[in-house]
């Protein structure tokens, strides 16, 4: 669910701009000079938009479209190119994703969420309140990019430039370019078609870029981060199973989970998925000093149908299973630290066979000793040396979702922990959302970018097929009236999938 906090506080900030706006226009005293104050600094109000245009910029984008013609045309080229591709692309990516949408809504267990290429990304739901300063900027860095791209190859083309401006729809941000519509019709459709696939085109640039950057982050940040030595906690969740005075720490450096290495933080979430996806690991541990529970009439079913032999106030001990070879299995409650300490894994008490490096003398043969916890729930081993090791008892999701780590540890300790975080994060929201721009865009829909590039590629590729251009116009039209749908569809579907289960 959306935080009711926010939602009060965007609605009454927008009700607050509206009904102030409408209170100084019904003033007859100052009236004229508000409308000529928001005119002359190119704003207009509406519920719940604001724009902001301006002429400041025209000079810049004059300049960059006067830069080498030769490389803008073949730059412009090579965007129309993509942007034709784009479109069609487009309307078969819309039509795997909602034909995977139709098939997880039902199916019994979403599971294959994750493989959608697009989802629908609301704040507050599928998206962290504490991730929304990188959602929105980069979406305003994307929508800059995206209509600095149309207003050069626009000036490219002899087409005049009125402004440049910023909006805000409710919370979202985005830009736009004023192109004078005399000049615009008054071109060939290829030079149109160059600057409608303008957008899309430095929107996938923008990717790519950002992609590169991300990856070549590593070698950048290397005089004064260094890789692959674990995963660097940079926080954790107050209150969670992580934290606690044995828990984990900001700037504890994990190594392992079990006996699964930790090089960075794509390790630390295939770790995780590896030890919830088997069965409990078990510890070799000497049977000297075991509490037989199960003789003794002390172990008991829990209701889903576990064992558990220990006192439901022990904080310290847990019951932990084992094969006798006289008496079969066998339940025991033990010091959950002190029997795993300086113990190797196990499945079988044949892996116990071997002498463990630290076993004390006089603690007997060593058998596999499996902790016997609720379905679903695992015991887990998380060394961060030089500290003692973190015993988790949970879900591993839990683990997983309660600590922040970051691949980059800094070599002094006055650099700041969030820095390459900021860097990677903010990268990662630019390439899905730049990218998504890029793929939404091409969409033959009516109001996006997709309906003037399906225009003009029809103008330009079948003037001569069809030589009536009522029989071109009902032809987009039809195409167009598709692409909407698609697009409508999944986004309706996509909203329930996120918000309805």
């Given at each position: 669910m959306i935080p009711i906090p926010i939602v009060v506080c965007?609605?009454?900030?927008?009700?607050?701009?509206?009904?102030?706006?409408?209170?100084?226009?019904?003033?007859?005293?100052?009236?004229?000079?508000?409308?000529?104050?928001?005119?002359?600094?190119?704003?207009t109000l509406s519920p719940f938009?604001?724009?902001?245009?301006?002429?400041?910029?025209?000079?810049?984008?004059?300049?960059?479209?006067?830069?080498?013609?030769?490389?803008?045309?073949?730059?412009f080229s090579m965007g129309m190119v993509f942007g034709v591709v784009a479109m069609f692309g487009s309307v078969i990516l819309?039509?795997?994703?909602?034909?995977?949408?139709?098939?997880?809504?039902?199916?019994?267990?979403?599971?294959?969420?994750?493989?959608?290429v697009l989802q629908v990304v609301v704040p507050g739901v599928n998206l962290p309140v504490s991730q929304l300063a990188y959602f929105f900027s980069a979406i305003l860095v994307s929508g800059v990019i995206h209509e600095f791209g149309h207003g050069v190859a626009a000036l490219r083309e002899q087409v005049r430039l009125n402004g440049?401006?910023?909006?805000?729809?409710?919370?979202?941000?985005?830009?736009?370019?004023?192109?004078?519509?005399?000049?615009?019709?008054?071109?060939?459709?290829?030079?149109?078609?160059?600057?409608?696939?303008?957008?899309?085109?430095?929107?996938?640039?923008?990717?790519?870029?950002?992609?590169?950057f991300l990856l070549l982050l590593p070698?950048?940040?290397?005089?004064?981060?260094?890789?692959?030595?674990?995963?660097?906690?940079?926080?954790?969740?107050?209150?969670?199973?992580?934290?606690?005075?044995?828990g984990l720490f900001v700037g504890n450096l994990v190594t392992s989970l079990e006996d699964c290495a930790v090089h960075g933080v794509e390790d630390w979430n295939w770790c995780i998925r590896q030890l919830s996806q088997q069965p409990q690991t078990g510890y070799c541990a000497g049977t000297k000093n075991l509490q037989i529970s199960w003789a003794a009439g002390r172990a008991y079913k829990r209701l889903d149908g576990t064992m558990e032999c220990c006192s439901n106030n022990s904080l310290t001990d847990l019951c932990f299973s084992?094969?006798?070879?006289?008496?079969?299995?066998?339940y025991a409650c033990l010091p959950a630290r002190k029997t795993m300490e300086s113990s190797r894994t196990c499945r079988t008490n044949a892996d116990c066979q071997q002498p463990q490096p630290k076993q004390q003398d006089g603690a007997g043969p060593s058998?596999?000793?499996?902790?016997?916890?609720?379905n679903q729930t695992r015991l887990i081993r998380v060394r961060h040396p030089p500290h003692q090791d973190m015993l988790f008892v949970g879900y591993p999701s839990h683990l997983q979702y309660s600590v922040s780590l970051t691949n980059f540890v800094p070599r002094l300790s006055?650099?700041?922990?969030?820095?390459?975080?900021?860097?990677?994060?903010?990268?990662?929201?630019?390439?899905?959302?730049?990218?998504?721009?890029?793929?939404?865009?091409?969409?033959?829909?009516?109001?996006?970018?997709?309906?003037?590039?399906?225009?003009?590629?029809?103008?330009?590729?079948?003037?001569?097929?069809?030589?009536?251009?009522?029989?071109?116009?009902?032809?987009?039209?039809?195409?167009?009236?598709?692409?909407?749908?698609?697009?409508?569809?999944?986004?309706?579907?996509?909203?329930?999938?996120?918000?309805?289960r």
């Amino acid at each position: 669910m959306i935080p009711i906090p926010i939602v009060v506080c965007v609605m009454g900030g927008w009700c607050a701009i509206y009904l102030t706006d409408t209170l100084i226009k019904t003033s007859t005293s100052v009236k004229h000079r508000y409308e000529t104050w928001l005119s002359s600094n190119g704003l207009t109000l509406s519920p719940f938009h604001v724009r902001w245009q301006t002429g400041l910029f025209n000079r810049l984008f004059a300049r960059c479209a006067s830069l080498n013609p030769h490389f803008l045309h073949v730059w412009f080229s090579m965007g129309m190119v993509f942007g034709v591709v784009a479109m069609f692309g487009s309307v078969i990516l819309l039509s795997q994703t909602l034909h995977q949408t139709l098939k997880q809504m039902t199916s019994e267990a979403p599971e294959g969420s994750h493989e959608q290429v697009l989802q629908v990304v609301v704040p507050g739901v599928n998206l962290p309140v504490s991730q929304l300063a990188y959602f929105f900027s980069a979406i305003l860095v994307s929508g800059v990019i995206h209509e600095f791209g149309h207003g050069v190859a626009a000036l490219r083309e002899q087409v005049r430039l009125n402004g440049f401006g910023i909006f805000v729809f409710v919370v979202y941000p985005g830009a736009f370019v004023d192109l004078f519509t005399t000049h615009l019709n008054l071109i060939s459709p290829i030079q149109q078609l160059r600057i409608f696939c303008a957008g899309v085109w430095h929107n996938f640039i923008l990717c790519v870029a950002a992609l590169c950057f991300l990856l070549l982050l590593p070698l950048m940040l290397f005089p004064l981060y260094y890789t692959g030595a674990g995963a660097l906690v940079t926080e954790v969740v107050e209150g969670s199973p992580s934290s606690g005075p044995r828990g984990l720490f900001v700037g504890n450096l994990v190594t392992s989970l079990e006996d699964c290495a930790v090089h960075g933080v794509e390790d630390w979430n295939w770790c995780i998925r590896q030890l919830s996806q088997q069965p409990q690991t078990g510890y070799c541990a000497g049977t000297k000093n075991l509490q037989i529970s199960w003789a003794a009439g002390r172990a008991y079913k829990r209701l889903d149908g576990t064992m558990e032999c220990c006192s439901n106030n022990s904080l310290t001990d847990l019951c932990f299973s084992y094969h006798n070879n006289q008496d079969g299995k066998m339940y025991a409650c033990l010091p959950a630290r002190k029997t795993m300490e300086s113990s190797r894994t196990c499945r079988t008490n044949a892996d116990c066979q071997q002498p463990q490096p630290k076993q004390q003398d006089g603690a007997g043969p060593s058998l596999c000793m499996v902790p016997s916890l609720e379905n679903q729930t695992r015991l887990i081993r998380v060394r961060h040396p030089p500290h003692q090791d973190m015993l988790f008892v949970g879900y591993p999701s839990h683990l997983q979702y309660s600590v922040s780590l970051t691949n980059f540890v800094p070599r002094l300790s006055f650099l700041h922990l969030d820095l390459p975080v900021l860097l990677e994060t903010f990268c990662k929201y630019l390439v899905s959302l730049s990218g998504a721009l890029a793929v939404v865009n091409a969409v033959p829909c009516f109001a996006l970018d997709g309906q003037w590039m399906l225009t003009s590629f029809l103008e330009a590729s079948l003037g001569t097929l069809l030589p009536e251009r009522s029989s071109r116009e009902m032809l987009g039209f039809c195409i167009l009236l598709g692409g909407s749908a698609l697009l409508a569809s999944n986004v309706a579907l996509g909203l329930w999938m996120v918000t309805a289960r």
